[in-house]
Nanobody, 121 residues
Framework: QVQLVESGGGLVQAGESLRLSCAAS????????MGWFRQAPGKERTFVAS???????????DYADSVKGRFTISRDNAKNGVYLQMNSLKPEDTAVYYC???????????WGQGTQVTVSS
């Protein structure tokens, strides 16, 4: 089975940056996308960003409108995972961030346990 482990969360002030990492292990298919979702207390989990290998060294990426221009998703080939570089953080970015993978461009088949990101005003 697929296992996903997130790291890099923490408490930062508005305007600062944070980099999340997700390490993957197990039997994910080679064409699976990887992504990030987030969930604030009492709220539904929502899509943040995803990335899909397109062959060679090319990738497709997708971002929620709320994070475009601020967040960047990239592959971590050494750990078969992904990074999420988060710049210009806002208090509304506060949530538990979950790594995901699966066949869809916004993958929801497998989930990590999450890492807390808190942005103070």
């Amino acid at each position: 089975q697929v296992q996903l482990v997130e790291s890099g969360g923490g408490l930062v002030q508005a305007g600062e940056s944070l980099r999340l990492s997700c390490a993957a292990s197990g039997r994910a298919l080679s064409d699976y996308a990887m992504g990030w979702f987030r969930q604030a207390p009492g709220k539904e989990r929502t899509f943040v960003a995803s990335i899909r290998w397109s062959g060679g060294i090319s990738y497709y990426t997708d971002y929620a409108d709320s994070v475009k221009g601020r967040f960047t998703i990239s592959r971590d080939n050494a750990k078969n995972g992904v990074y999420l570089q988060m710049n210009s953080l806002k208090p509304e970015d506060t949530a538990v961030y979950y790594c995901s993978t699966g066949p869809a461009m916004r993958p929801t088949l497998y989930w990590g346990q999450g890492t807390q990101v808190t942005v103070s005003s």
